[in-house]
Protein backbone atom coordinates (compact mmCIF):
# COMPACT_ATOMS: atom_id res chain seq x y z
CA UNK A 1 0.00 0.00 0.00
CA UNK A 2 1.20 3.42 -0.59
CA UNK A 3 1.10 5.38 2.32
CA UNK A 4 3.77 7.98 2.05
CA UNK A 5 1.73 9.89 -1.86
CA UNK A 6 -0.55 12.37 -0.60
CA UNK A 7 -2.62 12.75 -3.58
CA UNK A 8 -3.50 9.03 -3.19
CA UNK A 9 -4.42 8.76 0.13
CA UNK A 10 -6.62 12.05 -0.49
CA UNK A 11 -7.90 10.45 -3.65
CA UNK A 12 -8.85 7.37 -1.74
CA UNK A 13 -10.82 9.48 0.87
CA UNK A 14 -12.28 11.51 -1.82
CA UNK A 15 -13.74 8.86 -3.35
CA UNK A 16 -14.51 7.05 -0.57
CA UNK A 17 -16.75 10.21 1.14
CA UNK A 18 -18.48 10.07 -2.60
CA UNK A 19 -19.56 6.31 -2.51
CA UNK A 20 -20.87 6.30 1.30
CA UNK A 21 -22.46 9.72 0.85
CA UNK A 22 -24.69 8.29 -2.62
CA UNK A 23 -24.71 5.03 -0.65
CA UNK A 24 -26.34 6.98 2.21
CA UNK A 25 -29.68 8.92 0.13
CA UNK A 26 -32.35 8.83 1.24
CA UNK A 27 -35.53 10.51 0.21
CA UNK A 28 -38.39 10.21 2.72
CA UNK A 29 -41.82 10.50 0.64
CA UNK A 30 -40.21 11.32 -2.41
CA UNK A 31 -40.53 9.52 -5.80
CA UNK A 32 -38.84 6.75 -7.06
CA UNK A 33 -36.60 7.74 -10.69
CA UNK A 34 -35.57 4.69 -11.82
CA UNK A 35 -32.81 6.73 -13.92
CA UNK A 36 -31.47 8.29 -11.23
CA UNK A 37 -30.70 5.03 -9.47
CA UNK A 38 -29.08 3.42 -11.82
CA UNK A 39 -26.93 6.43 -12.74
CA UNK A 40 -26.13 6.54 -8.84
CA UNK A 41 -25.32 2.68 -8.94
CA UNK A 42 -22.92 3.31 -11.61
CA UNK A 43 -21.18 6.39 -10.07
CA UNK A 44 -20.75 4.32 -6.76
CA UNK A 45 -19.05 1.70 -8.67
CA UNK A 46 -16.85 3.79 -10.50
CA UNK A 47 -15.83 5.69 -7.63
CA UNK A 48 -15.59 2.24 -5.14
CA UNK A 49 -13.31 0.87 -7.54
CA UNK A 50 -10.47 3.43 -6.21
CA UNK A 51 -10.41 2.35 -2.53
CA UNK A 52 -10.62 -1.23 -3.26
CA UNK A 53 -7.71 -1.22 -5.73
CA UNK A 54 -6.05 0.73 -3.56
CA UNK A 55 -6.58 -1.50 -0.25
CA UNK A 56 -5.69 -4.82 -2.93
CA UNK A 57 -2.38 -2.45 -3.77
CA UNK A 58 -3.16 -1.84 -7.42
CA UNK A 59 -3.34 1.81 -6.63
CA UNK A 60 -0.14 3.61 -6.60
CA UNK A 61 -0.46 6.84 -8.38
CA UNK A 62 -2.54 9.51 -8.58
CA UNK A 63 -2.18 12.89 -10.60
CA UNK A 64 -3.17 16.11 -9.17
CA UNK A 65 -5.77 16.87 -11.68
CA UNK A 66 -7.78 13.72 -11.59
CA UNK A 67 -7.74 14.36 -7.60
CA UNK A 68 -9.08 18.35 -8.16
CA UNK A 69 -11.53 16.99 -10.26
CA UNK A 70 -13.42 14.55 -7.41
CA UNK A 71 -12.81 17.41 -5.16
CA UNK A 72 -14.97 18.95 -6.65
CA UNK A 73 -17.12 16.69 -7.64
CA UNK A 74 -17.09 15.29 -3.79
CA UNK A 75 -17.84 19.28 -3.29
CA UNK A 76 -21.22 18.70 -5.50
CA UNK A 77 -22.78 15.46 -4.13
CA UNK A 78 -22.21 16.87 -0.50
CA UNK A 79 -23.86 19.92 -1.72
CA UNK A 80 -26.96 18.27 -3.40
CA UNK A 81 -26.84 15.83 -0.27
CA UNK A 82 -26.52 12.67 -2.53
CA UNK A 83 -29.40 13.30 -5.06
CA UNK A 84 -28.20 12.50 -8.10
CA UNK A 85 -31.60 13.59 -9.80
CA UNK A 86 -30.77 17.26 -8.07
CA UNK A 87 -26.94 17.25 -8.37
CA UNK A 88 -27.55 16.72 -12.66
CA UNK A 89 -30.80 19.46 -12.60
CA UNK A 90 -28.24 21.70 -11.29
CA UNK A 91 -25.75 21.67 -14.25
CA UNK A 92 -28.45 22.17 -16.76
CA UNK A 93 -28.91 25.47 -18.20
CA UNK A 94 -31.52 27.96 -16.88
Known amino acids: ?3 S ?12 AIVLRLMSFRKPGG ?3 PWASW ?3 LIILAYA ?6 FF ?14 LIICAAV ?9 LF ?6
Do not use: E, K
Open 1 to 3: MVI
Open 5 to 16: DPLVLTNVITCS
Open 31 to 33: QHN
Open 39 to 41: LAY
Open 49 to 54: SVPFRY
Open 57 to 70: DFYVHAHWASVTIN
Open 78 to 86: FRARGNVAR
Open 89 to 94: HSLRPQ
